[in-house]
């Protein structure tokens, strides 16, 4: 990879107090992501996927100690402002998160959720922000989107409210998308819609994604290339197809072995 | 939402039942003979026979009742007999004034415990917390009759800032009526302001630790929009459940505070009842004030209903 | 099912550890503090000052507090400072009084409502009616009908607590009549009155100790309304109510009349309220009490 990387994580560290010390859910971890690429990341839970995504997003509780550096277009993000973390947030960066029946307010319509996220730092006429979101909402695959607008979220389900989830990501048309298990409240077949989606989205809006999930299937499926995170840290970071031909680190072996019949179609769909 | 009403007010009855009839019986826990306690020792045979023929004593038992409940469905509450005037005319000529300062120690309620408690969670275990928490633990703890005085030996005594007492109608006066008004709806206030301080913050918490929030904030808008739109608006629901419970402690505070401030409200016709023993008034009184807050619940849980969009538009899935 | 789960939770092996995480808890230290400061003034202090609560002297009247007088003298030059500790004695014994009587028909009634479903009914209805009422103004009605004396607030405000109790205990029961190890006992044959005093009661113990303990701190404000209004004690056996609308016609001359007694309530109600949020948090931190 020749590239400049869009993000690059570097000896990134995350502590939480707990008790009298604190406990290192994130301890020095290091990889890229490139413009237009698919990274997985992958780990059990608990192994601080979670985390890092957030802190990538400086979404963590104020009580996190970060150290080390996140530069996004080279720029550090933990020296950022408020107000530029949150112009980064509003312009360059989207999230979707792991539960699709929590993540959206319960009390606003989903059309209103869209909109907010699309008028977040533009300002733009009520029409056009409705066409925006109408529009969104059809690009993640919701039928009758005008109609939907109006929806309150437990109207709708689950499968549902992840696709209005990604559209609320895709609302400042991101070039980084970050997805903590996107589909591992829903099932398999559900699943195996919004895994397409996704990749279908990065294709034509050249949205680099980082997915990160548990589930090596999933990574076979739609990954370039994968990070593996085990107790904290990173331990391996590789190419898809030389991940599964060559594991390096013992765990990594371990989790393909859980599944065996998917390192047969590593890119097939 | 009117099915659900009109459901809300059929329950209601059988409680209204049960409560009017408590408030007909208080009379029967007086000791011994009510019109002897009624009349008092210097009352004459006959003003004894007078005062059970006025309250329909020296009928039979179930006559007593059939006519107490004829008489209450025609919003006939007895007459009082310390006053000589029907007990629910001079119940709805006062409740103007009590009214007035019920919306006006509401409004101080809503505005002091919602803010303190958002202020409280936003700053969750800092210095403004812990100063929040406090002030609303002293607040449920002290006497309102009690702080009632504290102010006006401060505020009217030392300073003379206030009049110590008094009432100005607002249609009157809105700026005498506001000088009068304030010390009675504060001293009414600050309790269930303690109350909501605590109800508020410990929903803010919870509510600001949801999924959705960090939804809101990963969309890049303001901090003042995540809290102030969808933090606020979750919080709101459960604080209106407890609009009742502070409605209620409001009315039932109001009759030393407006004894003391001499604020002519239904809580001080019911106080100067209670010291003259007139019966048929604080019967009344009890009933219309009760009768009125089950009303204001259902209202509330109405409210409240229409509020929550997974009630009121249903379809959930 | 496992075995476990068909016997009682071990408690009593628990209580160490709980009593431990009481005491690590601010709000039940703080809170024990204060109440047990007036709880003992209330006992040795009238020992120790040794003055008659009702000895006039009119040439000390109205004396700002002082050496002499610490908490000052009244319109009648009577101590303060006496009048106050014997008033604790009378309110937190009118309070005492009132959380027993709670605790006795709140268990009973409750435990009948939460375990006979035939009697659930008629007693929910009749605690929904009494509970309509707003509690402060129910107390001042059955007062008023009862003449005022101490006895009268006792039996006012325990009217007005006891469906609040009742509800609590019956909620707590719902839950635990179902549990396996009740089911077990039922099947087992034992009697109701068995299953309901071993098995449900020592169970529904947290939520009752938290709500006894708020009930407390509403029977110390209620009772000092009471007196205010001339319901409650009589004035040669003054409560903190009465000491407070005795002073209030010399508020201009004499603040301390007032202020002494309304600290001492505030002290009281205060260190209940924290006493009970601590018990809440530490016995049974899901609940959540509402008092009208």
């Given at each position: 990879?020749?590239?400049?990387p869009?993000?690059?994580?570097?000896?990134?560290?995350?502590?939480?107090?707990?008790?009298?010390?604190?406990?290192?859910?994130?301890?020095?971890?290091?990889?890229?992501?490139?413009?237009?690429?698919?990274?997985?990341?992958?780990?059990?839970?608990?192994?601080?996927?979670?985390?890092?995504?957030?802190?990538?997003?400086?979404?963590?509780?104020?009580?996190?100690?970060?150290?080390?550096?996140?530069?996004?277009?080279?720029?550090?993000?933990?020296g950022?402002?408020?107000?530029?973390?949150?112009?980064?947030?509003?312009?360059?960066?989207?999230?979707?998160?792991?539960?699709?029946?929590?993540?959206?307010?319960?009390?606003?319509?989903?059309?209103?959720?869209?909109?907010?996220?699309?008028?977040?730092?533009?300002?733009?006429?009520?029409?056009?922000?409705?066409?925006?979101?109408?529009?969104?909402?059809?690009?993640?695959?919701?039928?009758?989107?005008r109609?939907?607008?109006?929806?309150?979220?437990?109207?709708?389900?689950?499968?549902?409210?992840?696709?209005?989830?990604?559209?609320?990501?895709?609302?400042?048309?991101?070039?980084?998308?970050?997805?903590?298990?996107?589909?591992?409240?829903?099932?398999?077949?559900?699943?195996?819609?919004?895994?397409?989606?996704?990749?279908?989205?990065?294709?034509?809006?050249?949205?680099?994604?980082?997915?990160?999930?548990?589930n090596?299937?999933?990574?076979a499926?739609?990954?370039?290339?994968?990070?593996?995170?085990?107790?904290?840290?990173?331990v391996?970071?590789?190419?898809?197809?030389?991940?599964?031909?060559?594991?390096?680190?013992?765990?990594?072996?371990?989790?393909?072995?859980?599944?065996?019949?998917?390192?047969?179609?590593?890119?097939?769909? | 939402?009117?099915?659900?009403?009109v459901?809300?007010?059929?329950?209601?009855?059988?409680?209204?039942?049960?409560?009017?009839?408590?408030?007909?019986g208080?009379?029967?826990?007086?000791?011994?003979?009510?019109?002897?306690?009624?009349?008092?020792?210097?009352?004459?045979?006959?003003?004894?026979?007078?005062?059970?023929?006025?309250?329909?004593?020296?009928?039979?038992?179930?006559?007593?009742?059939?006519?107490?409940?004829?008489?209450?469905?025609?919003?006939?509450?007895?007459?009082?007999?310390?006053?000589?005037?029907?007990?629910?005319?001079?119940?709805?000529?006062r409740?103007?004034?009590?009214?007035?300062?019920?919306?006006?120690?509401?409004?101080?309620?809503?505005?002091?415990?919602?803010?303190?408690?958002?202020?409280?969670?936003?700053?969750?275990?800092?210095?403004?917390?812990?100063?929040?928490?406090?002030?609303?633990?002293?607040?449920?703890?002290?006497?309102?009759?009690?702080?009632?005085?504290?102010?006006?030996?401060?505020?009217?005594?030392?300073?003379?800032?206030?009049?110590?007492?008094g009432?100005?109608?607002?249609?009157?006066?809105?700026?005498?009526?506001?000088?009068?008004?304030?010390?009675?709806?504060?001293?009414?206030?600050?309790?269930?302001?303690?109350?909501?301080?605590?109800?508020?913050?410990?929903?803010?918490?919870?509510?600001?630790s949801?999924?959705?929030?960090?939804?809101?904030?990963?969309?890049?808008?303001?901090e003042w929009?995540?809290?102030?739109?969808?933090?606020?608006?979750?919080?709101m629901?459960?604080?209106?459940?407890?609009?009742?419970?502070?409605?209620?402690?409001?009315?039932?505070?109001?009759i030393?505070?407006?004894?003391?401030?001499?604020?002519?409200?239904?809580?001080?016709?019911?106080?100067?009842?209670?010291?003259?023993?007139?019966y048929?008034?604080?019967?009344?009184?009890l009933?219309?004030?009760?009768?009125?807050?089950?009303?204001?619940?259902?209202?509330?849980?109405?409210?409240?209903?229409?509020?929550d969009?997974?009630?009121?538009?249903?379809?959930?899935? | 099912?496992?075995?476990?789960?068909?016997?009682?939770?071990?408690?009593?092996?628990?209580?160490?550890?709980?009593?431990?995480?009481?005491?690590a808890?601010?709000?039940?230290?703080?809170?024990?503090?204060?109440?047990?400061?007036?709880?003992?003034?209330?006992?040795?202090?009238?020992?120790?000052?040794?003055?008659?609560?009702?000895?006039?002297?009119?040439?000390?009247?109205?004396?700002?507090?002082?050496?002499?007088?610490?908490?000052?003298?009244?319109?009648?030059?009577?101590d303060?400072?006496?009048?106050?500790?014997?008033?604790?004695?009378?309110?937190?014994?009118?309070?005492?009084?009132?959380?027993?009587?709670?605790a006795?028909?709140?268990?009973?009634?409750?435990?009948?409502?939460?375990y006979?479903?035939?009697?659930?009914?008629?007693?929910?209805?009749?605690?929904?009616?009494?509970?309509?009422?707003?509690?402060?103004?129910l107390a001042?009605?059955?007062?008023?009908?009862?003449?005022?004396?101490?006895?009268?607030?006792?039996?006012?405000?325990?009217?007005?607590?006891?469906?609040?109790?009742?509800?609590?205990?019956?909620?707590?029961?719902?839950?635990?009549?179902?549990?396996?190890?009740?089911?077990?006992?039922?099947?087992?044959?034992?009697?109701?009155?068995?299953?309901?005093?071993?098995?449900?009661?020592?169970?529904?113990?947290?939520?009752?100790i938290?709500?006894?303990?708020?009930?407390?701190?509403?029977?110390?404000?209620?009772e000092?309304?009471?007196?205010?209004?001339?319901?409650?004690?009589?004035?040669?056996?003054?409560?903190?109510?009465?000491?407070?609308?005795?002073?209030?016609?010399?508020?201009?001359?004499?603040?301390?009349?007032?202020?002494?007694?309304?600290?001492?309530?505030?002290?009281?109600?205060?260190?209940?309220?924290?006493?009970?949020?601590g018990?809440?948090?530490?016995?049974?931190?899901?609940?959540?009490?509402?008092?009208?």
């Amino acid at each position: 990879m020749t590239q400049t990387p869009l993000l690059s994580v570097r000896d990134l560290s995350v502590g939480f107090p707990a008790g009298k010390g604190h406990v290192l859910a994130v301890d020095s971890a290091s990889f890229d992501v490139h413009p237009g690429e698919l990274l997985g990341v992958v780990g059990e839970s608990g192994s601080g996927k979670s985390v890092t995504a957030l802190a990538i997003m400086g979404l963590l509780p104020p009580t996190a100690q970060l150290r080390g550096r996140i530069l996004y277009e080279g720029d550090d993000m933990l020296g950022m402002s408020h107000r530029q973390l949150r112009t980064l947030r509003g312009r360059q960066l989207g999230m979707i998160f792991q539960e699709p029946m929590t993540s959206l307010n319960p009390v606003f319509t989903v059309g209103d959720q869209i909109m907010e996220a699309v008028t977040a730092l533009d300002h733009m006429s009520k029409k056009a922000a409705t066409d925006r979101a109408v529009d969104l909402l059809d690009k993640v695959g919701i039928p009758s989107p005008r109609r939907r607008l109006e929806d309150y979220p437990h109207q709708m389900s689950g499968g549902m409210r992840q696709r209005v989830m990604i559209a609320i990501a895709l609302a400042c048309s991101p070039r980084l998308l970050i997805a903590d298990e996107p589909t591992t409240a829903l099932d398999v077949t559900i699943q195996a819609q919004l895994l397409d989606l996704l990749n279908g989205l990065r294709e034509e809006l050249g949205t680099a994604i980082v997915l990160i999930s548990h589930n090596m299937g999933v990574m076979a499926e739609v990954a370039d290339r994968v990070v593996v995170m085990y107790a904290s840290r990173v331990v391996e970071e590789a190419g898809i197809f030389q991940l599964f031909d060559e594991p390096q680190h013992p765990y990594t072996e371990g989790l393909l072995g859980s599944t065996p019949d998917m390192g047969e179609q590593p890119a097939g769909l | 939402m009117l099915g659900y009403t009109v459901s809300r007010l059929l329950q209601a009855i059988p409680i209204l039942f049960l409560v009017s009839l408590m408030a007909f019986g208080i009379i029967y826990l007086i000791p011994g003979d009510a019109a002897t306690v009624i009349g008092g020792p210097s009352a004459s045979a006959q003003d004894l026979a007078q005062i059970r023929a006025n309250l329909g004593l020296d009928q039979p038992l179930h006559v007593q009742i059939l006519t107490f409940y004829t008489n209450l469905l025609q919003g006939d509450l007895g007459r009082s007999l310390l006053l000589g005037v029907p007990v629910t005319e001079a119940i709805i000529q006062r409740s103007p004034v009590t009214i007035g300062i019920a919306i006006y120690s509401l409004v101080l309620t809503i505005v002091l415990g919602l803010s303190t408690g958002i202020i409280a969670a936003l700053n969750h275990n800092r210095w403004l917390d812990q100063a929040a928490t406090i002030f609303a633990l002293i607040g449920v703890s002290l006497p309102n009759f009690w702080l009632a005085l504290v102010m006006i030996v401060l505020f009217s005594v030392n300073l003379g800032w206030l009049p110590t007492g008094g009432y100005v109608p607002f249609s009157q006066d809105p700026i005498g009526w506001l000088r009068t008004a304030t010390m009675p709806a504060v001293s009414l206030a600050l309790l269930q302001a303690g109350l909501l301080t605590r109800i508020t913050r410990s929903t803010m918490l919870e509510v600001l630790s949801q999924d959705y929030i960090r939804t809101a904030r990963s969309k890049g808008i303001s901090e003042w929009k995540v809290v102030g739109k969808h933090a606020l608006a979750n919080v709101m629901m459960p604080v209106v459940t407890v609009l009742g419970l502070i409605l209620s402690v409001l009315l039932s505070g109001s009759i030393v505070i407006e004894t003391i401030f001499g604020v002519p409200g239904i809580g001080a016709l019911l106080g100067n009842a209670i010291s003259s023993r007139d019966y048929p008034m604080i019967q009344g009184g009890l009933l219309f004030v009760t009768a009125a807050l089950l009303l204001l619940n259902i209202l509330v849980d109405v409210l409240y209903t229409w509020l929550d969009p997974r009630i009121r538009v249903g379809g959930g899935k | 099912m496992t075995d476990l789960a068909l016997t009682a939770p071990p408690r009593f092996a628990r209580t160490r550890a709980t009593l431990r995480r009481m005491l690590a808890n601010r709000s039940f230290a703080l809170g024990s503090l204060l109440f047990g400061f007036i709880c003992i003034a209330a006992l040795v202090g009238p020992l120790l000052v040794g003055i008659d609560p009702n000895a006039l002297s009119i040439r000390d009247r109205f004396q700002p507090p002082s050496w002499q007088f610490l908490l000052g003298t009244d319109n009648l030059g009577r101590d303060m400072l006496s009048r106050v500790l014997y008033g604790a004695r009378l309110s937190l014994g009118i309070g005492f009084a009132v959380i027993v009587l709670n605790a006795v028909f709140g268990v009973l009634l409750g435990a009948l409502a939460g375990y006979y479903r035939r009697l659930d009914n008629i007693l929910m209805r009749v605690a929904d009616a009494l509970m309509a009422f707003p509690a402060v103004l129910l107390a001042i009605g059955i007062a008023a009908a009862l003449g005022p004396s101490a006895i009268t607030a006792i039996v006012a405000l325990a009217v007005v607590y006891i469906p609040r109790t009742a509800r609590v205990v019956r909620a707590s029961i719902l839950v635990v009549r179902e549990l396996d190890y009740v089911q077990a006992a039922r099947a087992s044959g034992a009697t109701d009155a068995r299953i309901i005093t071993r098995h449900i009661l020592p169970n529904c113990l947290a939520p009752l100790i938290v709500q006894l303990s708020f009930v407390f701190a509403y029977a110390i404000l209620s009772e000092a309304v009471l007196s205010f209004l001339g319901l409650g004690s009589p004035p040669t056996v003054p409560s903190w109510g009465v000491l407070i609308s005795e002073g209030r016609a010399y508020m201009r001359e004499a603040a301390w009349l007032t202020m002494v007694p309304g600290v001492a309530i505030a002290i009281t109600v205060l260190g209940l309220n924290l006493l009970g949020d601590g018990l809440r948090d530490v016995l049974d931190p899901r609940m959540k009490v509402e008092q009208g």
